[in-house]
């Protein structure tokens, strides 16, 4: 019996493995395996790792026991609190690990993209990302300190690292890992679709330039015209498998990031036992942004930003009027006739 944990890193194909795991539940079940279902929430078990309690613990052994093998998946649980994997121990007989390791200069460029994107991260804040890259090398890409912490609990011969490139087989990979056969994987459903896609340069600066008109505090009309902006978006999102990643690091930034970076996560490898290299990403692999051309926007661009402000606007103010007037109307059914 063992518990099988997919601990990420974030941006490594994450959503299309957990997204095939909750689809095959049967079939994985039929392999003696089993999708946890203990805190599962949009096909991923963000929720027990981010707040991990005795409840939490009792409720997963309670699962544990009842399943010969169990499988977890959080793209962001490599950086669990100590007190989360010792939990996660006491838990299980034994816990194996899978870690998708990706080279920090495409890590570091797919998470600049993704604060662009996210409603609430401010222009304000992306400008100081931008300036002081030094300071914001996030937690995340200390690897190897964290792979160490899961290895104090769970022994190193129960962590496989992979290393994660755009056009890897991520979800046949931990098919190996668990020991599923290429002849049993017929009954197996595959997504033929990316299921998270990229947002084209257009896209990048359409989303920057809604930002910076809402200014640093206008976080719920952020949320409302970020939601907005995604959907009317949606049809030029790429597929990274297919189409070059969009850079916005400098090459600058690039050399310097993959020389800060490079002897660790190359030491990681030789730790357990994997035979690659980092390097930085070529021309082919890419297509190089300068990032002023993301304050740069056509006619028909600023047309589409207003658009979309304007929506937003009708939206909110409808959406807080709804707020405001709910409650009187739900005290009103319970007051006498006379008193409404």
Not at 57 to 62: A, D, M
Not at 104 to 129: C, D, R
Request: glycine residues 4%; positive net charge; contains cysteine.
């Amino acid at each position: 019996m063992a518990l099988w944990i997919h601990i990420g890193m974030a941006k490594t194909g994450s959503t299309a493995l957990q997204k095939f795991l909750d689809a095959n539940s049967v079939a994985l079940e039929k392999h003696g395996f089993r999708y946890s279902k203990a805190f599962r929430k949009a096909h991923l078990h963000r929720v027990l790792f981010q707040s991990f309690d005795i409840e939490k613990e009792n409720t997963l052994r309670e699962e544990y026991i009842q399943n010969s093998e169990l499988i977890l998946s959080f793209e962001d649980a490599l950086v669990s609190p100590s007190s989360t994997i010792e939990g996660l121990a006491r838990v299980a007989d034994e816990i194996k690990i899978i870690c998708y390791v990706r080279d920090p200069v495409h890590w570091l460029n797919s998470f600049l993209n993704q604060l662009i994107k996210v409603a609430t991260v401010s222009y304000g804040q992306i400008s100081e990302f931008l300036v002081d890259q030094e300071k914001n090398r996030v937690s995340r890409m200390d690897v190897g300190r964290h792979l160490e912490r899961w290895e104090s609990v769970v022994g190193r011969s129960n962590i496989c690292v992979v290393p994660y490139d755009p056009t890897i087989r991520v979800i046949g990979s931990f098919l190996d890992w668990i020991g599923i056969p290429d002849t049993a994987r017929k009954k197996f459903t595959f997504l033929t679709d990316n299921p998270n896609k990229a947002a084209d340069i257009r896209d990048l600066k359409i989303i920057l330039e809604i930002k910076r008109r809402l200014g640093e505090h206008n976080l719920d009309r952020r949320r409302f015209a970020i939601g907005i902006a995604r959907k009317v978006l949606r049809e030029r999102r790429v597929d990274t498998r297919v189409e070059p990643t969009l850079m916005l690091l400098t090459k600058e930034e690039q050399e310097a990031i993959h020389a800060f970076y490079a002897p660790a996560y190359e030491e990681i490898f030789a730790r357990y036992g994997v035979e690659a290299r980092l390097r930085v990403p070529s021309t082919r692999d890419v297509r190089q942004i300068d990032r002023g051309e993301l304050t740069t926007l056509l006619p028909a661009e600023m047309k589409l930003v207003s658009k979309i402000l304007r929506t937003a606007r009708v939206k909110f103010f409808f959406k807080r009027c709804e707020q405001f007037f709910r409650p009187k109307k739900i005290i009103a059914r319970h007051l006498p006739s006379d008193q409404r």
